[in-house]
């Protein structure tokens, strides 16, 4: 075919789209645990127990150990906070970083008060009805700051591929129709772009971040949550895909 002079460069552009959805086969329970002490080891030896604590009582669940994985571990030191314009603060009484205001001019270097310790692990949750339990469980063995559940496939990509191709057929459906409309025939591609994503349809994703108390507990904020299992609802999850593709037209 010889491409029609003028369209040559430019093409015929279109966009096809397609949508598929699906349940989630496994989850993943992000779980944390804060520490403070005055002394960065005690903080680490403190955290760590706690976190084991934690993770046997998941594994206690059923989960195996290979799919239980540490995330994150930090140590930052402890200022007193100091707020010119409102006054000492009731709670919290320190901060993990120098504050500006008067303190500051007086001294180059603010008091040093103590360690905190934040760790994060990830659990693998392949039976997707057990997840609010896991969490429960959690919650209750001394979890205490970043708690969260997300639902996902374990292998997407034969779902991806098809909705891909779906929104492909969708492209060249649109333009055929156009190419038709003004009298003309499709020739090569020029110019192809894809976007996949996978995104929840409703409740894919519960997520709780709770601030660590001085006590080491949830000390009423959260009194009663771990009495009963917390819901985990999967819901589904949408694949969607967006094809743009630029034919010559001749």
């Known amino acids: 075919m010889t491409p029609v002079v003028g369209l040559a460069s430019e093409g015929l552009t279109v966009v096809g789209e397609a949508t598929h959805s699906v349940t989630p086969d496994v989850a993943e329970l992000t779980v944390g645990v804060q520490t403070t002490n005055t002394s960065a080891a005690p903080a680490l030896r403190e955290n760590a127990a706690r976190m084991l604590h934690v993770v046997q009582a998941i594994m206690a669940l059923g989960v195996s150990q290979t799919d239980v994985e540490t995330t994150g571990l930090s140590v930052s030191p402890l200022y007193p906070l100091f707020y010119p314009l409102l006054g000492q603060p009731q709670w919290p009484m320190v901060s993990a970083y120098r504050q500006p205001g008067p303190s500051a001019v007086a001294s180059e270097v603010q008091p040093l008060v103590g360690y905190h310790v934040s760790s994060t692990a990830r659990v693998?949750?392949?039976d997707t009805n057990r997840s609010g339990e896991m969490l429960d469980t959690a919650v209750a063995a001394g979890a205490n700051a970043s708690i969260g559940i997300?639902?996902?496939?374990?292998?997407?990509?034969?779902?991806?591929?098809?909705?891909?191709?779906?929104?492909?057929?969708?492209?060249?459906?649109?333009?055929?129709a156009l190419a038709a409309a003004v009298g003309k025939q499709l020739g090569d591609p020029i110019?192809?772009?894809?976007?996949?994503?996978?995104?929840?349809?409703?409740g894919g994703a519960l997520q709780g971040y709770w601030p660590v108390?001085?006590?080491?507990?949830?000390?009423?904020?959260?009194?009663?949550?771990?009495q009963s299992v917390l819901p985990g609802m999967s819901g589904e999850l949408t694949i969607h895909a967006r094809v743009q593709i630029t034919y010559r037209l001749c």
């Open 124 to 126: 693998l949750v392949r």
């Open 150 to 176: 997300a639902f996902r496939l374990r292998d997407d990509s034969a779902v991806r591929r098809s909705v891909l191709e779906a929104a492909g057929r969708e492209a060249r459906v649109k333009a055929d």
């Open 191 to 202: 110019r192809v772009s894809e976007d996949t994503s996978c995104l929840p349809t409703q």
């Open 213 to 226: 108390v001085p006590q080491g507990t949830f000390g009423g904020v959260l009194d009663g949550v771990h």
